[in-house]
């Protein structure tokens, strides 16, 4: 690295500026410390307990807490564990070195964890023993969320279930349970009602399904849970790591509890996050595969005038797995902005007009559902978190791009679930164990 016409090499002592390590989430490892002036690079050499060293290069500070920070979520970190460490700074273009230290490292209060005259822990969920149903409204379904997606929403253990600190929420193959063949996935009947004790949802025949015509019964099963408690205004935060696989299409999102302002759009929809587990896509020009995560609000008076193409943004990951990893999946929301973000990045940012949403995307000759509400109407009310994963789908999520899997069925198929099913050859090779699970780590809502 050069640095003007040279760079000077000093050592210093940390009393001055004393680094701090903790750990964050499961085993997550933070690295934080004070700016000082004239420090435009700071970078961590650190020390294992197995003894493997690597560098953490920050490249720009925390401007709100006036700190140089790093979160290496991958550390596998634990309380009590002895590191060494030296720090490296660029402070008025002079390279500065500290000597090799020890820091034993122990467990932050995280936000969340507390409650305070500002804000109240609503929910949080570490999914550290049995999944606790009570908490949680598990869909019971075949009805295909509303984009003639290719799974039933069951409560079987094998698609909802928690483990090793997780929250696994997992797609199989409909002919592996028990009750189910491949000669009536093609000839037969899915009563949920009687498999599972509940239907909760029976929409497009979503609580009694037959084969029909060339038609077959959803040749997939997953997994969809929405929290009992919603909040208006707060942080969300999820701690996930999404599948990946062909035609896997995992979400992190919000509805409103009560639907305030009438059926879908009118009432809002907040998508935290949602990709495509294929491996990548070439789709408007653009690859938005499992390097591409999106989130989007959505809108309108109803579902034909719905702007969501307004209030929707997206990250690229330039990594072969993209998100196929560790990552904290965030909402910031109060009467005057929504923000998401992924590990505290900016994905959107809507600043709710002054004179309404209904003006910041007019409908002509449409009444305006939100006349009588505030400013940032719908995004005012309860909203509940659901986690979930689809397959496939004839809703558009999908498009009829080039995919690295052949897309096995058009969006307007007659039989769209036996195409998919047909080119199972293609597609189910990309599906390896617990990768075409989404994984959750902690859910919180925290109420401003």
Request: overall charge negative; some cysteine; proline content about 5%.
């Amino acid at each position: 690295m050069i640095l003007g016409a040279f760079v000077v090499f000093l050592t210093f002592s940390l009393s001055h500026s004393s680094p701090e390590f903790s750990i964050v989430g499961k085993s997550g490892l933070k690295l934080s410390v004070s700016d000082d002036d004239g420090i435009s690079l700071v970078i961590f050499t650190v020390k294992d307990r197995n003894g493997k060293t690597r560098d953490y290069v920050i490249k720009a500070k925390t401007d709100e807490t006036d700190t140089w920070d790093f979160v290496d979520e991958e550390a596998d970190v634990r309380t009590g564990d002895m590191l060494e460490y030296k720090m490296s700074v660029i402070q008025n273009e002079m390279l500065v070195e500290s000597e090799w230290s020890k820091a034993v490292l122990l467990k932050r209060f995280e936000p969340g964890q507390f409650r305070s005259l500002r804000q109240t822990v609503v929910f949080r969920d570490d999914f550290n023993g049995d999944f606790d149903a009570a908490r949680y409204n598990t869909e019971v379904s075949a009805w295909g969320g509303g984009n003639g997606e290719f799974q039933v929403y069951t409560p079987e253990r094998a698609n909802v279930h928690t483990a090793n600190g997780y929250l696994y929420l997992k797609p199989t193959l409909t002919v592996d349970h028990h009750s189910f063949n491949e000669g009536n996935l093609y000839n037969g009947h899915m009563d949920v009602k009687n498999l599972w004790h509940s239907c909760t949802n029976n929409v497009n025949n979503g609580c009694y399904k037959s084969s029909y015509g060339q038609e077959i019964l959803p040749p997939i099963m997953s997994g969809k849970v929405t929290t009992n408690a919603a909040i208006t205004y707060g942080k969300v935060n999820v701690r996930a790591k999404v599948p990946k696989g062909a035609w896997l299409w995992p979400a992190i999102w919000l509805l409103p509890r009560d639907n305030h302002y009438g059926g879908w759009p009118r009432s809002g929809e907040i998508d935290l996050m949602e990709t495509k587990g294929n491996a990548w896509t070439n789709e408007w020009g653009s690859d938005r595969g499992i390097r591409s995560i999106a989130s989007t609000l959505h809108w309108g008076p109803d579902a034909g005038h719905n702007c969501f193409q307004k209030t929707h943004g997206e990250k690229y990951l330039n990594q072969p797995d993209g998100w196929h990893g560790w990552h904290t999946y965030s909402l910031d929301w109060n009467k005057d902005r929504l923000i998401i973000l992924v590990d505290d990045q900016e994905i959107y940012r809507l600043s709710t007009p002054w004179n309404g949403m209904y003006n910041y995307c007019p409908y002509h000759n449409i009444e305006d559902p939100w006349r009588y509400g505030p400013h940032n109407a719908p995004f005012d009310q309860p909203f509940h978190l659901i986690l979930n994963v689809a397959v496939g789908g004839t809703g558009g999520f999908f498009s009829d791009g080039q995919f690295d899997v052949p897309k096995p069925w058009r969006n307007n198929s007659p039989h769209p679930m036996r195409d998919f099913w047909e080119h199972r050859g293609d597609w189910l090779k990309t599906w390896h164990g617990d990768d075409v699970a989404m994984l959750i780590d902690y859910v919180e809502l925290i109420q401003y």
